[in-house]
């Protein structure tokens, strides 16, 4: 069974700090990695995607890929009152088969 | 407006009972999707379509058939709901070549099995 594992949290952080949001996966194969943010009562939408190894930045966001370790990360950094949702990690192996992480819980306290 | 729609958004049904949640996209996406959303689970995928006539499973198809007769739609049917097909339900497109294959998720279908 494929899987994609995330701390459920709650995770909590003061407004101005970095919240850092982790995911690993367990399938080598692999090859495309998202990070979605979902809001209470809401459907997801798209934050940041991520194919190769290394860093990708995007605004106050920056997603994290580590292959070998089968490791991706989302970092935001100034956090917002706003940013208070649920963050959905997912991977496909090719085409459009998808797995996502059961989602951390983000609280940024003003 | 570029948009995935969902119809009902709620549905409060009894067990066996045939039902059928449509789902619609007006941007031309090749690829469609139904996931179920359940607490502590996150989204499961039951069925996606890379394309008219070309369906697959996923995760948790059971109790599920999907058709993809036409481009812009992609129904879900539950022929015998049971109970543990309550969950939060969700529709999605994407196409291949936007570069990013950004799925863009429809509103949501609550769904209620007695």
């Known amino acids: 069974q494929k899987e994609v594992e995330q701390n459920s949290g709650p995770l909590s952080v003061p407004e101005g700090a970095i919240a850092s949001l982790n995911c690993t996966y367990s399938?080598?194969?692999?090859?495309?990695f998202f990070w979605y943010r979902q809001y209470s009562g809401k459907s997801p939408e798209l934050i940041m995607f991520?194919?190769?190894?290394g860093d990708k930045e995007d605004g106050r966001f920056t997603a994290q890929l580590n292959k070998a370790s089968q490791y991706v990360s989302l970092l935001i950094r100034d956090s917002q009152p706003s940013d208070s949702a649920t963050y959905l990690c997912?991977?496909?192996?090719?085409?459009?088969?998808?797995?996502f992480g059961a989602g951390t819980r983000l609280f940024v306290k003003a | 407006e570029a948009q995935v729609t969902q119809n009902p958004r709620y549905l409060i049904t009894v067990t066996g009972k045939k039902l059928t949640v449509t789902c619609s996209q007006n941007?031309?996406?090749?690829?469609m999707s139904w996931y179920r959303q359940d607490p502590g689970l996150g989204l499961r995928q039951i069925y996606y379509s890379m394309n008219v006539e070309v369906t697959d499973k996923g995760d948790v198809p059971e109790g599920y058939k999907v058709s993809r007769k036409e481009k812009r739609n992609f129904p879900l049917i539950l022929e015998s709901p049971s109970p543990n097909q309550t969950s939060l339900y969700f529709c999605?497109?994407?196409?291949?070549?936007?570069?990013?294959?950004?799925?863009?998720f429809g509103p949501g279908t609550r769904l209620t099995v007695l």
């Open positions: 999605a497109s994407s196409s291949p070549g936007s570069g990013d294959n950004e799925q863009f």
């Open positions: 399938d080598r194969g692999s090859q495309s």
């Open positions: 991520i194919y190769s190894n």
């Open positions: 997912a991977v496909t192996t090719g085409g459009f088969k998808t797995i």
């Open positions: 941007m031309n996406h090749e690829y």
